[in-house]
């Protein structure tokens, strides 16, 4: 990096160690490796990975989109915006203001139209890798706690399978041996 570039003035300051301190980390991956007892304890796990995904999204509300709806950014032919999915999650997104178009091909139209300011390049890639990660974190997230709920209710099913079985009665008695 040249001097000049390391006295730049910034405009997008990057997420840091301490916001993330901020969020609960009862839920990250040390609760992915132990044996679960059962379904109520995936249900737990699923809901700790929600909640996680959840600030995750809200932290990314508090502390990025803001600072891309100001000054400089504002005045870009694509912004930063987020996307809530089908799925039920939100996610962050390049959008033309009009909505007309969608993608990370915008942003890379916009970091060659030579009309994108020198002096906000660094900042763009910081945002599009401060975007990159946050997506990356809340996907994972998001997919973990679902594989958890549906592991959940699969032992759910398990289990009544498995009460249903013994509220029936063995015709005899040698019919509960397993054959040799």
Not at 137 to 160: F, P, T, V, Y
């Amino acid at each position: 990096m040249t001097e000049q570039a390391q006295h730049q003035r910034r405009y997008f300051q990057p997420l840091q160690q301490e916001d993330f301190l901020r969020l609960e980390h009862a839920a990250y991956l040390k609760g992915l490796l132990k044996p679960f007892k059962g379904n109520g304890s995936l249900e737990d796990w699923a809901n700790q990975c929600h909640a996680l995904r959840d600030s995750l999204i809200a932290l990314a509300q508090r502390r990025v989109l803001p600072q891309v709806s100001g000054y400089p950014f504002r005045l870009l032919p694509v912004e930063l915006a987020q996307q809530t999915t089908g799925a039920g999650t939100t996610f962050l997104r390049w959008r033309k203001p009009d909505r007309s178009a969608m993608g990370v091909a915008l942003w890379q139209a916009m970091m060659d139209r030579p009309g994108t300011p020198v002096h906000l390049l660094a900042d763009l890639l910081a945002l599009e890798h401060q975007r990159i990660t946050l997506n990356m974190q809340i996907s994972l997230l998001h997919s973990l706690g679902r594989q958890a709920h549906d592991c959940a209710n699969k032992m759910a099913a398990a289990d009544a399978a498995y009460q249903q079985r013994l509220a029936v009665p063995s015709i005899t008695a040698s019919a509960d041996r397993l054959p040799p």
